[in-house]
C-alpha cells in the first residue's frame, strides 16, 4: 500500500488535534507517514502513533524553523520524489494552504484546500469543499501530479489506531531559494489558555450587539464556560473592539466547530461564509429579524446582556 | 521602488455565488464584479511605499475584458499604469494556471522591486497564489502581513499576522508581499483621480505574449478536477424563544440535550 503524507501540525512537539484528524484521513487511503518538521518529535512521537501513523519522517535544524513556508515545501518535495505517495495531507490553516501551493509548484501536481472529506474509491481520491461560504459543496480530484491536499480541522472525528510513528531521519540541504524570508520574532499576543479559533470545537462570537470592547467580557466569560475559543464579527474588528485574528467570516476565519454560538450578530452573508458548516448553532440576538435565525437550531430572541451572563453562571453552576 | 500590485475582480461579496453547469465555474456573468476588496489594500500599500520611497506602481490584472473596470479603479487611486492579462484560453484557470501567467507578466514587464497583493480573494479563498508566485519567481515569500515597513534601499521586513499574534519576517528585495485587511484604509479614487485613469497606459498580454502553451492554463490545463458539485442540503429550521426572563434556561436545556454542558 502506497505512503500518504501528513505533515505535522506542531508547537516545539505539542501536536494539533487535526493532525490526529489527517492521519485518521491518510488511512482511508494508504499507509499515514507522518513527516515532522522542526525540534520535538521525542514529545510528538506518542500522539502520532496513537492515531497510525507507520512511520515519521523527522527533518531536524535551525534552518527549518528560522525561515518561513519554503524549506516545509522543499522537504515535501523531496519526500514526493523519494516515497511516491498516494497524497500529502496538511492542515488547511495559512501556512499549511501555502505549503501545500509551493509544494504543488514543486512537483507539478495538482492541489486541492479546505477539504471537508477525503475519501479512496478504486484508485482516486475524492476531496470535498465547501464552497462560496457553504452555499454549495464540490467534489474534485486531482487529475496530474501526486494529490495535494490541505483538509480543514474539525473534519472528522479522529480515531485512534495503532501505530509506530518510527523515526526516519531526512537530512536535507535548503536552497538558497528556500532561505529569503527570515523569520526574526514571534510574538504571542495573547494567553493561551483558550483553544485556537480554528480548531476549536466550540466558539462564542460576539457582533455589533456586544456594544463595547469591555462588553466583550461577557463573551470571553461564556466562551471560558464552554471551554470554548472567541469570535468576533467583522462589525465587532472594525469597530476595534477584539482583535482580527478573531474574526469569523469572509475576509476572516473560516471555522466548522460542533457548536457555533452567535451573540449580537446579525447573520450577514460575509459572516454566514465563516461559520455556516458549524454542526450545531445557536444564537442571541435582540432583532427576531435577524437572518442568523434562518441557520439556527436554537435560537433566543432577547437582550445578550442578559441572556449571555445568566447562561454563563448557569453552565458554571452545572458544571460544579 | 518600483512595485507590481495584482488584483483581481471578483463577484460582489454580497452577491450570491454559483457554480455554472456547463464547466463547473464561478457564473461570473450572474455576479456584480467588483475588485477583490483585500487587493485594495495592496493597492494603497503600494502607493504609501510610492509616497515614502518614490518609483512607479504598476497594476497587473489576469481576466476577461471585463476586469478592465477593476484595472481603471486601482489607476484611479493613483497607480501609474497597468498590464491586463487577457486572453480566452484563460478562462477557467485555477491557481496553478493563474500563478503560472502572473509569473510570466511579472518577469516580461520586469523591473520590479516588490510584487504586492491581497492574501486572499473573496471568491475562491485559496490563499495560495502569493506563495505559488513566490515560488515559481524564486523570491522571498512575505504573507499574510499586517504591516509593511520597507527602507528604500532593499530591506523590507513584515510583521506576519498568526493565530495568536505575529512573526517578524525580513528579506531583501525584489520580494514578494501580500497583505491582509486592516493593514490600512484604502483610499477613495478622487474625481481628478478617476478623470487621470482614463489616460494611463494599460498594456495587454495575450498567452502568446507570454510564451505559455495553451494547454498548460484554463480549465483545459487544470490539474484538478471537479467531479461533480450541487447546492449544500438547506439546514433544518431549528428552535426560536423570545426570552421573557427564561431565555438563558431553555438555551442551558437545549446545549444539555446536545450534550454541550
Redesign the interface.
Known amino acids: 500500500m502506497a505512503e500518504v503524507l501528513v505533515l505535522v501540525d506542531h508547537t516545539e512537539g505539542e501536536v494539533k488535534k487535526v493532525t490526529a484528524e489527517l492521519l485518521t484521513f491518510a488511512r482511508r487511503l494508504g499507509e499515514p507517514a507522518a513527516v515532522f518538521l522542526g525540534s520535538g518529535f521525542d514529545a510528538a512521537k506518542e500522539s502520532l502513533a496513537q492515531y497510525g501513523a507507520t512511520k515519521t519522517y523527522v527533518a531536524d535544524g535551525a534552518d527549518l524553523s528560522s525561515y518561513?513556508?519554503?524549506p516545509a515545501?522543499e522537504v515535501l518535495a523531496k519526500l514526493v520524489a523519494e516515497a511516491s505517495p498516494a497524497a500529502v495531507l496538511l492542515a488547511s490553516?495559512?501556512e499549511g494552504?501555502?505549503?501545500?501551493?509551493?509544494l504543488?509548484?514543486?512537483t507539478?501536481?495538482?492541489?486541492?484546500?479546505?477539504a471537508t472529506d477525503v475519501t479512496a474509491d478504486g484508485g482516486s481520491i475524492?476531496a470535498e469543499q465547501?464552497?462560496?461560504g457553504?452555499?454549495?459543496?464540490?467534489?474534485?480530484?486531482?487529475?496530474?501530479?501526486t494529490p495535494i491536499i490541505t483538509v480543514r480541522p474539525n473534519s472528522v472525528a479522529a480515531e485512534a489506531a495503532d501505530g509506530s510513528a518510527d523515526r526516519v531521519d531526512v537530512s536535507i540541504e535548503l536552497s538558497e531559494?528556500a532561505k529569503?524570508?527570515?523569520?526574526?520574532?514571534?510574538?504571542?499576543?495573547?494567553k493561551?489558555e483558550r483553544p485556537?479559533?480554528?480548531e476549536a470545537a466550540?466558539v462564542v462570537s460576539g457582533g455589533r450587539g456586544v456594544g463595547s470592547g469591555e462588553n466583550f467580557a461577557v463573551i470571553e466569560a461564556l466562551a471560558d464556560s464552554?471551554g470554548a475559543a472567541v469570535g468576533a464579527s467583522r462589525a465587532a474588528?472594525d469597530a476595534g473592539w477584539y482583535p482580527?485574528?478573531h474574526q469569523v467570516g469572509?475576509?476572516?476565519k473560516?471555522v466548522s466547530p460542533?457548536?457555533y454560538v452567535a451573540a449580537g450578530i446579525s447573520g450577514a452573508?460575509?459572516h454566514r461564509?465563516g461559520m455556516?458548516t458549524s454542526k450545531?448553532?445557536?444564537a442571541?440576538n435582540k432583532d427576531?429579524e435577524a437572518p442568523i435565525?434562518?441557520?439556527?437550531?436554537?435560537?433566543?430572541?432577547?437582550?445578550l446582556h442578559?441572556?449571555?451572563p445568566?447562561?454563563t453562571e448557569?453552565?458554571k453552576a452545572?458544571?460544579g | 521602488m518600483n512595485i507590481v500590485v495584482c488584483v483581481k475582480q471578483v463577484p460582489d461579496t454580497w452577491s450570491e455565488k454559483k457554480l455554472a453547469a456547463s464547466d463547473s465555474t464561478l457564473d461570473r456573468a450572474a455576479t456584480d464584479p467588483v475588485m477583490n476588496e483585500m487587493d485594495e489594500y495592496a493597492v494603497e500599500e503600494a502607493l504609501k511605499l510610492q509616497e515614502a520611497h518614490g518609483g512607479e506602481v504598476t497594476i497587473l490584472c489576469m481576466g476577461p475584458d471585463a476586469a478592465t473596470e477593476t484595472v481603471r479603479k486601482a489607476l484611479s487611486m493613483g497607480a501609474d499604469k497597468a498590464i491586463h492579462v487577457l486572453d480566452e484560453g484563460l478562462h477557467g484557470s485555477d491557481a496553478l494556471a493563474t500563478s503560472l501567467a502572473l509569473s510570466k507578466a511579472i518577469s516580461k514587464a520586469g523591473g520590479f522591486d516588490l510584487v504586492l497583493l491581497g492574501s486572499e480573494s473573496s471568491d475562491a479563498r485559496m490563499s495560495v497564489v502569493p506563495a505559488m508566485l513566490a515560488e515559481r519567481l524564486g523570491l522571498p515569500q512575505l504573507t499574510f502581513a499586517k504591516e509593511v515597513t520597507a527602507d528604500g534601499a532593499g530591506a523590507i521586513s513584515i510583521k506576519r499576522l498568526t493565530d495568536d499574534g505575529y512573526q517578524v519576517v525580513e528579506a531583501s528585495t525584489p520580494a514578494v508581499v501580500s497583505v491582509v485587511e486592516k493593514i490600512n484604509e484604502p483610499r477613495y479614487p478622487s474625481f481628478k483621480g478617476i478623470m487621470a485613469a482614463k489616460k494611463k497606459p494599460v498594456e495587454t498580454y495575450g498567452l502568446a505574449d507570454l510564451g505559455v502553451d495553451a494547454g498548460d492554463v484554463g480549465t483545459a490545463g487544470a490539474w484538478s478536477k471537479v467531479e461533480s458539485f450541487e447546492a449544500a442540503p438547506p439546514r433544518q429550521a431549528g428552535t426560536v424563544v423570545t426570552d421573557e426572563g427564561e431565555g438563558a434556561d431553555k438555551l442551558l436545556e437545549f446545549l444539555a440535550s446536545k450534550k454541550f454542558v
Open positions: 518561513l513556508v519554503a515545501a490553516g495559512a494552504k501555502e505549503i501545500a501551493g509551493r504543488a509548484v514543486k507539478g501536481s495538482g492541489v486541492l484546500t479546505d475524492t465547501p464552497v462560496f457553504g452555499s454549495t459543496v464540490v467534489r474534485s480530484t486531482v487529475t496530474t501530479g531559494a529569503g524570508a527570515r523569520i526574526t520574532d514571534r510574538v504571542v499576543e495573547e493561551g485556537e479559533l480554528s466550540i464552554l474588528t482580527h485574528q469572509q475576509t476572516g473560516t460542533q457548536l452573508i460575509q461564509a455556516q450545531t448553532i445557536v442571541i427576531p435565525f434562518e441557520l439556527v437550531d436554537f435560537g433566543v430572541v432577547g437582550d442578559q441572556v449571555v445568566a447562561l448557569k453552565v452545572r458544571k
